[in-house]
């Protein structure tokens, strides 16, 4: 079979025959439309556009051009004054595309699409019925209410006008709540009997509002006395022949039907190879996998359930790549929650890079290329597919999914050639069900380029019978594009109200190149609480950790001398590992990353890769402080300032250390949210660290558990800034998280002097740094999660049954004996001065140090496992167990 194109036949002739069906109208409108048959009770007869882009693949160019002319008559019948108060609304799913075509003609209107797809926390500001379609009902969910409330003119986009219905149902339901003096209603083809076009100019003149129409061509569909009955029995008949059972040793992904010539003949018997006398073609239903599929997949670190091709594989004979196009950060996917002047501009620069990678990832030898939508997703396929079109030598071709079913007949004649059939793939609201992408299959595609949203991109998408698998069996290459779901946040603050980053000395110790702090300021609030009173509240449940602070340690003198000789100590090991992940993170994430600690711990570490990035390169890094909550997640203002500011994909989260990998998971689950609820994607949520003793991730200067001398004191190493704070009575939704800023503690501080130590040790671990950047190159650094592991086992064989209540690692030790009520510390058997520090807090707070001969740290903090101030000792120091 050859789909590609009809020999000069009429593509509504099939149905002309058989029915008695008449297409009459303006020169030209068999060109813009053919004919095909579905089961439905209202209308036997579907009108299929060969110029809209949804059923047969055609030129982009052509699609887009046809919305936008049909747009700039729309402008010229308005002026320019008039073109400039409207909004256009378009109809999903089929004029999803044509609408948002539509606005780029007139060019200065906003756009909404209706949809059938509820969003969670978006309130529909209207709805109405579609009565002759096969699921009625639609949405209007703008991101902004007031976008419908205007006074200005609304343009209504639909592919065809058939009875008027649908129109008239739209604006009986937005007139009655946001009347207006002037309505367009725009199509391709205006297919409405004179009796229909009077009705809608008499409901003009019931609400006193003028009404125009703009169409491509006009028509009419004569349709002989029980037209209805006769396609419903010529649908059931072909479907009962072309069923699998029907035919012995069918496969039942690849059922075959002889079709007969008009209803009177024959069929033939089930399984003939006989072709009935008159019969013009042969219908099929193509397969969705006809071959054995490979799908193995592997969970992607932060969509664990999401499937991912290990092997680029849909089926033996196809290959699936997928291909990042770099969607602009906070960029609507399309028209549902409303699509702006501003938003097209965006995308509009956008384009030809998204063009790009999707020509480098094309096979060279590819000649015809499909770019497929996905049911309402269809203007940024069909504008990336225009601009790709310009790009490559090969055919480029346009055409988008369907919800709607209609039968597929083999035959020049005819407007449907052959159908997949797979099941849908975004959870739609209204359950499951038969999804179809038409004259796709034996279209001598080369490659095929889906495109579907986030919400789509699910497991079964991905499956054995998914539409993947389908376009596999097809085409030799499917490419994927994924674009992220647009979902507007309620009350959403513009980024750009955010506040500017706080910088020292205003805020903090630290130089104010050396890092911005994306937090409020809440010094002047009283939060801290005694450790134990703390410690009762957050293991009884009557408190979060993240509500209160606890009361900064002042170290001894004793301490103080601890911390100066471990310092001189392992400043250059710290260097060496400084260098190890900045380089790393430079060659392997972004060549100018944008640099985000996790504050506080890991707000030195940036600040040291920061300037190992300038004095080994001149690089001026930025680098920012953002909070992140155990059990509450990243402080989505910070997200959202970050990426109005920076592209997502540059930023590199950064961390001191990992003990058992808990913030590194709450890291990734709080990103992905992010993007579901934001629209915002691009972030990586693999935090790059100094130090993975827990081996919990990729990118690390080292996996030695050692002493990091920063982890021995709280805010006077870390710029005088506390521990972060997110409190609702604080903290409201449009803000960022807090902290304090200890200014009364600039006497013991010793943030900059730590910094210094540090850095002066860079030019003489060069060598070494380089030497190990290149066995890291080749090294396995896949995450082995055994910290977890280990601290899963201690949880149990202590009777702890908590594993946050284990707390591994040097750095996550010392915290413990500073902030929490320790029980006990466990201590790898002979353990230097690594753990002098630790001894000497022990000591002081009379907590038993227990050396153990197997222990994957080199020491481990116990909190104790039911805490209330009634368990402390008599000196109110150690605690009974």
Not at 398 to 424: H, N
Not at 549 to 554: A, D
Not at 561 to 568: G, N, S, V
Request: glycine share 10%; net charge negative.
């Amino acid at each position: 079979m050859n789909i590609a194109a009809n020999n000069g036949v009429w593509s509504g002739s099939w149905v002309a025959e058989r029915l008695g069906v008449e297409l009459v109208g303006d020169d030209g409108i068999r060109a813009l439309l053919g004919l095909a048959l579905r089961r439905n009770p209202k209308r036997a007869h579907l009108l299929v556009s060969n110029v809209l882009g949804k059923h047969v693949p055609q030129s982009p160019s052509v699609v887009h051009g046809h919305g936008f002319n049909l747009g700039r008559r729309v402008r010229d019948l308005l002026g320019e004054e008039e073109a400039a108060r409207s909004v256009v609304l378009g109809y999903a799913e089929t004029a999803t595309g044509l609408g948002h075509s539509v606005a780029d003609g007139i060019g200065v209107a906003p756009y909404l699409h209706s949809t059938r797809r509820p969003v969670e926390g978006v309130a529909p500001a209207g709805g109405f019925e579609e009565s002759h379609s096969h699921a009625t009902s639609h949405l209007l969910l703008p991101a902004d209410p007031a976008l419908l409330s205007g006074e200005g003119p609304l343009v209504l986009v639909d592919d065809e006008f058939s009875t008027g219905n649908t129109v008239l149902n739209t604006i009986r339901d937005l007139h009655a709540r946001y009347p207006r003096k002037r309505y367009v209603v725009v199509a391709l083809v205006d297919m409405r009997s004179a009796a229909d076009a009077g009705r809608l100019a008499a409901f003009a003149g019931e609400i006193g509002a003028r009404v125009d129409l703009v169409a491509a061509a006009s028509g009419t569909v004569k349709l002989p006395e029980g037209v209805l009955e006769k396609g419903q029995e010529l649908v059931a008949r072909y479907e009962q022949s072309a069923a699998p059972g029907n035919r012995p040793g069918a496969p039942p992904s690849w059922p075959f039907a002889q079709f007969p010539a008009s209803l009177t003949g024959v069929a033939p018997e089930a399984g003939s190879e006989r072709t009935h006398p008159g019969a013009r073609g042969t219908a099929r239903q193509a397969p969705t996998h006809p071959h054995q599929t490979d799908n193995r997949t592997t969970p992607h670190p932060s969509h664990p359930s999401r499937p991912h091709s290990t092997d680029n594989r849909t089926s033996p004979r196809s290959h699936l790549t997928r291909v990042d196009l770099h969607w602009p950060p906070g960029l609507p996917d399309g028209g549902r929650h409303g699509f702006t002047p501003a938003h097209r501009a965006r995308l509009e620069s956008a384009l030809p890079l998204m063009a790009a990678r999707l020509a480098e990832a094309l096979p060279p030898d590819a000649r015809r290329v499909l770019t497929l939508g996905f049911e309402e997703l269809m203007y940024t396929p069909l504008r990336v597919a225009r601009e790709l079109e310009a790009l490559v030598t090969a055919e480029v071709r346009y055409s988008t999914t369907t919800r709607s079913p209609v039968l597929a007949v083999d035959d020049p004649g005819y407007a449907i050639r052959s159908r997949l059939v797979f099941p849908a793939h975004d959870d739609p609201a209204d359950g499951p069900g038969e999804r179809y992408a038409y004259n796709v299959a034996g279209a001598g595609f080369d490659a095929v380029v889906l495109f579907v949203d986030s919400a789509g991109d699910t497991p079964e998408l991905h499956a054995p019978d998914g539409l993947l698998a389908g376009l596999g069996a097809h085409a030799p290459h499917v490419l994927l594009a994924v674009v992220p779901s647009y979902v507007p946040t309620p009350c959403e603050e513009s980024p750009a109200m955010l506040p500017e980053p706080l910088r020292g000395p205003a805020f903090s110790s630290y130089a104010p190149e050396d890092v911005g702090w994306l937090l409020q300021d809440l010094s002047e609030v009283t939060l801290e609480a005694p450790t134990e009173e703390r410690e009762e509240a957050i293991q009884s449940g009557g408190a979060h950790y993240a509500e209160s602070l606890p009361v900064e340690y002042q170290p001894s003198e004793r301490y103080q001398a601890l911390f100066h000789a471990a310092l001189d100590t392992s400043a250059a090991r710290i260097a060496q590992a400084v260098g190890v992940v900045t380089e790393t993170v430079l060659a392997e994430r972004s060549p100018r990353p944008v640099l985000v600690s996790l504050a506080r711990a890991g707000t030195p570490v940036g600040v040291l890769m920061r300037r190992w990035a300038q004095f080994r390169y001149g690089l001026d890094l930025p680098h920012y402080a953002v909070s992140i909550v155990r059990g509450r997640g990243i402080d989505a203002n910070a997200l959202r300032w970050l990426a109005a500011h920076h592209d997502p994909r540059d930023v590199v989260f950064v961390d001191g250390w990992t003990g058992k990998g808990a913030i590194t998971r709450e890291l990734a689950d709080a990103v992905a949210e992010f993007e579901e609820q934001a629209g915002v994607t691009g972030f990586d949520p693999e935090i790059a660290v100094l130090a993975d003793p827990g081996s919990c991730v990729r990118t690390y200067g080292t996996r030695e558990d050692f002493l990091i001398p920063s982890a021995c004191l709280n805010s006077t190493v870390s710029g005088l800034i506390s521990r972060t704070v997110l409190r609702a009575d604080l903290v409201g939704p449009h803000d960022f998280h807090g902290a304090k800023f200890y200014r009364e503690l600039a006497g013991a501080d010793v943030s900059v002097a730590f910094l210094d130590a540090v850095a002066a040790r860079f030019g003489e671990v060069v060598d070494a740094v380089d030497m190990a950047v290149k066995e890291l190159a080749v090294a396995d650094r896949t995450p082995t999660w055994e910290g977890w592991a280990a601290v899963e086992r201690i949880s149990e064989e202590y009777g702890i049954h908590d594993v946050n209540l284990v707390k591994p690692g040097v750095g996550e030790t010392t915290r413990v004996l500073l902030r929490r009520v320790p029980w006990k510390i466990l201590a790898r058997a002979g353990a230097g001065a690594d753990l002098d520090h630790v001894r000497l807090l022990a000591e002081q707070r009379g907590v038993p140090v227990e050396e153990v001969g197997e222990l994957p740290y080199t020491c481990v903090g116990l909190i104790h496992p039911k805490y209330t101030r009634g368990a402390t000792g008599a000196d109110g120091q150690a605690v009974n167990v």
